[in-house]
């Protein structure tokens, strides 16, 4: 925390640029009544795997929606610090078993939606054994 209570200079410009980035991308942030972003949907955008490590500085974050866009397994690497992330949507990405073992230290998340991908039961029993409260769906 900075002075007098306030965030911290670099996560107030975190937070601002993070959401002109999502917007950029064609995606919707919603914040909690501190401002910081909980959920991003960019669904079907343009955003790149690249792209996505400007969300890695949004340790708030507890949804996003990735479904639809051109993600692959060398993008997940970037959601590795989302450490409060609860639900992720991947579904209709180009994701494979290999991109899961970038999700396999996200404790906290709870619902995965694969529909659509190249992830094979395999590589989903290989993430319930690393996340057992973790609930996927491989449909739609």
């Not at 992830?119 to 409260?133: F, H, K, M, S």
Request: charged share 25%; hydrophobic share 40%; proline share 1%.
């Amino acid at each position: 925390m900075g002075a007098v209570g306030l965030p911290d200079r670099d996560k107030v410009y975190a937070r601002s640029t993070a959401n002109v980035s999502v917007e950029e991308f064609g995606g919707r942030v919603v914040r909690d009544d501190r401002g910081v972003a909980v959920g991003i949907s960019l669904v079907n955008s343009r955003i790149t795997d690249s792209e996505l490590g400007q969300l890695e500085e949004l340790n708030g974050l507890k949804t996003l929606d990735l479904g639809g866009t051109r993600i692959t397994d060398a993008g997940l690497s970037h959601l590795a610090k989302l450490v409060h992330l609860e639900t992720l949507s991947l579904h209709s990405t180009l994701v494979t078993d290999k991109g899961l073992l970038h999700l396999t230290g996200l404790a906290r998340l709870k619902t995965l939606w694969l529909g659509e991908t190249s992830v094979t039961d395999r590589g989903v029993a290989e993430l319930n054994r690393a996340l057992p409260e973790c609930q996927v769906s491989r449909s739609g």
